[in-house]
């Protein structure tokens, strides 16, 4: 008996029975669906979480602070320090400060960032809405999306619009040990030309347009570029050897990946459940199928046929109702998970949010389901 005469006898069921195959096939595309929904959802909802917070310029980029237990300080010479270690690529210092802002007639309480405009870059933000600063300085301003939902205006509408700011500039400590600050009434207009995504009211400031204006004070904080060829972790430990208080978004982001790889393997097990019972249907198909081909099977021996050909006859036809069922499950997730996606962005809409993608399948993970439910057949018809 020839492998063609194997796959012939094998496939017939589909033909016979076609009622109970479709149904075993089902039950099958039901349970790798349920894996495929959950575990897509829990890799949608990483890349969607990674997508917020990180660009690939935050990636290579390393947060420094001071460190007051060390004295290590952020003045302009430390910087210039920092800027000339192997390795560094670009360098952007900060000062955040308290701030005033009025628009149109209404002031409101901020915190400014005034650097350069790469930090925007290095620290993960994202232009929403018009453009980021120029390099040369022309008194621009990028605003947080949560002023203009403080001033219930559309972004588009408040871009190139002129403000006005105040700063709040540190002055050291008290007696009693308060910190105090100085009001700094920055005289110049200051054109929006943009809005990244942020719930804190904050803005930002070329440090080009503040030449002069403010004093010469320490940095509250600065964002290192690493060169494409320089070893971020080696980088950060030179640094940290200097004092300061150093950290990266690559932390983050490994953290999360672990986070979600507990996740991902929770939600899977929870589908597995559901593969488990449309795999005993499969075997419950699979021994009613045996026991209604007793009599064929007998006949099949008795003109030659082998303990093996009948083995490989049902492992066939087993395999098969796998593929299919991995091929049907695999449709299904997407679609429900299409389906389930297409809603909430609706809800979202209906609401003034925007449309997001819940739900992630990497082709390898689909083709690992894939062959994950031809072996699971495989088991059964063994």
Known sequence: MNFRDLLKLSLRTFKART??????????????????????????????LLETITTSDSLSAIDVSPNAENNAKLSRESTEDLGRLEGVADIAPAYDLGAQIKYKDIVSDATAVITKPIFLKLDGKKISEGAALSENGNQELVLATSFSK??????????????????????GESASGKKETERLDV????????????EDLSFFANMK??????????????KIKCAGNANLDGLKNEIAGMGYTVSSLSETVQEVNKMFAGIKITLAL????????????????????LLERTKEIGIMK????SDTHILLMFIIESTA?????????????????SMINAMIN??????????ISLFSYPIWFLLFVLFFSIFIGFLTGV
């Open 19 to 48: 009622g109970r195959t479709a149904l075993t096939i089902l039950g099958m595309g039901i349970g790798i669906s349920a894996i495929l929904f959950l575990v897509g959802l829990g890799y949608g909802l990483q890349k969607l």
């Open 150 to 171: 403080s001033y219930n205006e559309e972004p588009e509408n408040m871009i190139g619009q002129e403000v006005s700011f105040s700063l709040r500039i540190p002055k």
């Open 187 to 198: 005289e110049k207009k200051f054109k929006i030309v943009g809005f990244f995504e942020s």
């Open 209 to 222: 347009d503040l030449e002069g204006i403010v004093p010469p004070i320490d940095y509250t904080r600065l």
């Open 270 to 289: 929870f589908g597995l459940v559901a593969l488990l019972v449309s795999a005993i249907g499969m075997f419950n198909t699979m021994t009613v199928a």
């Open 302 to 305: 008795a003109i030659g046929a």
């Open 321 to 337: 109702m796998g593929f299919l069922g991995g091929l049907s499950g695999i449709f299904l997730g997407i679609v429900s998970g």
């Open 346 to 355: 609706f809800v979202a809409w209906r609401l003034g949010g925007k449309a």
